[in-house]
């Protein structure tokens, strides 16, 4: 379905109120943040390690003692909280509470790790049943431990999240491994970052005794390949308290968005790529695909947030025959949407207008999905993708409220 830009909701003023200012304060933090808040082309930042307070610049915190963990990790199971703290140094609305978790996770090896997150809730007495929960997916911050939206002032994407929180709704924003933790982060491998979506339910319904059952996952820019996931893991768990996923700003396979990388925009991403395969493979060797300039940019990525400044085109980055390796191709596989059936409806959003042919790969993979028995309602915008995420939030607080009232999802599906 085809949707104009800026889609009120008529029949709810409070709402229209409150989605007018959120765009609004989304456009004024975007000018503060890091990089653009869910944009796909990642945007140099400085060097972490020029400052001996670095977030202070940035709008960022300081990694405290809060997110160490011991080595080794003590057992746990997945989801079990290890601690929480109440945190009120975010740039958020007052309405907005936020406590901070360290949770059991599992990395894509079945290891016992730790991951880090923050749950935001409302500042009042929660309804019957608690309050309802957004498990949200975030974009892509880099690969060190201090990228964490938790270690950030405005929690990434504060304005949009605090939106939700005013709604009534719980978000849990969990950071991923290895962001915040001591543990490698497992950069943009999908089932990984989705466990650790799954996995900080629970722990933030231990931390928050306030927050309800019922749940859905949602995500935007690299995040909705997590969101997706979800669905897909879930449908090995069957947790009937999870009601389906939303994935703004478009999906497609790993393999075609590089594919696009190399032709449009940021080649440095393919160095975050070597890293995150290695992470998923560790008999992975990085300089079987990245030339001798990207490996000196490789050893720079834990002390930066976001895209590595190279300045260099992809060719001189990475090997001619990268794309044959078999680890590469392995990556790619296991990172391809719509190969299994998933389990609850789907919210697939996305622009008509980017660089990246979103669109289409968006389509291809809706198909896919589909094609397994999914059930996905689909939304285009006529705008480009970076402002599909304030565009579309009418329609997304329309399926997620019908999700919770128990309505039936429309499927697009054919």
């Not at 895209?307 to 260099?312: D, E, H, Q, R």
């Amino acid at each position: 379905m085809s949707c104009p830009r800026k889609p009120w909701l008529a029949d709810d003023r409070d709402v229209r109120s409150l989605l007018l200012i959120t765009i609004i304060a989304i456009a004024a933090c975007l000018a503060a943040v890091p990089s653009a808040a869910g944009s796909n082309v990642a945007t140099p930042l400085h060097d972490v390690t020029q400052h001996k307070q670095p977030g202070s610049r940035r709008g960022m915190l300081p990694l405290t003692a809060f997110y160490d963990t011991p080595s080794p990790l003590p057992a746990g199971t997945p989801g079990e909280l290890i601690r929480s703290e109440q945190f009120d140094q975010y740039q958020l609305p007052l309405e907005v509470s936020a406590v901070r978790i360290l949770y059991h996770s599992r990395s894509a090896n079945g290891e016992d790790v730790a991951a880090s997150g923050v749950v935001l809730f409302p500042y009042r007495s929660p309804p019957a049943g608690g309050w309802p929960i957004i498990a949200w997916a975030h974009g892509f911050t880099g690969t060190a431990r201090r990228c964490a939206p938790s270690l950030m002032r405005n929690v990434y994407e504060g304005p949009f999240l605090s939106m939700y929180v005013k709604l009534g709704y719980a978000v849990v924003a969990t950071d991923y491994v290895g962001l915040g933790t001591s543990f490698r982060n497992a950069f943009i491998d999908m089932e990984s970052n989705a466990a650790d979506v799954i996995y900080s339910i629970p722990a933030a319904r231990a931390a928050v005794p306030t927050l309800g059952t019922k749940w859905v996952a949602m995500g935007n820019s690299g995040g909705t390949l997590a969101a997706l996931e979800v669905a897909d893991l879930e449908h090995g768990i069957g947790d009937p308290s999870y009601l389906g996923s939303v994935a703004i700003m478009g999906v497609g396979d790993m393999e075609d968005a590089y594919r696009q990388l190399f032709v449009h925009t940021s080649p440095s991403m393919f160095i975050f790529l070597a890293y995150g395969i290695k992470t998923i493979y560790p008999a992975f060797q990085v300089d079987d695909v990245l030339t001798e300039k990207a490996l000196a940019l490789y050893d720079e990525i834990d002390n930066v947030c976001a895209a590595v400044p190279s300045g260099l085109p992809a060719d001189q980055l990475l090997k001619a025959d990268w794309q044959t390796n078999s680890f590469v191709k392995r990556f790619f596989s296991r990172n391809t949407l719509g190969q299994k059936p998933t389990y609850g409806p789907l919210l697939v959003i996305a622009g008509e207008i980017d660089p990246l042919s979103l669109k289409e790969m968006t389509m291809r993979s809706v198909t896919s999905i589909c094609r397994h028995g999914g059930q996905v309602q689909l939304y285009t915008y006529d705008g480009p993708s970076a402002e599909v995420l304030g565009d579309s939030a009418a329609e997304q607080i329309t399926w997620i409220r019908e999700r919770f009232s128990g309505r039936n999802a429309r499927s697009d599906c054919r």
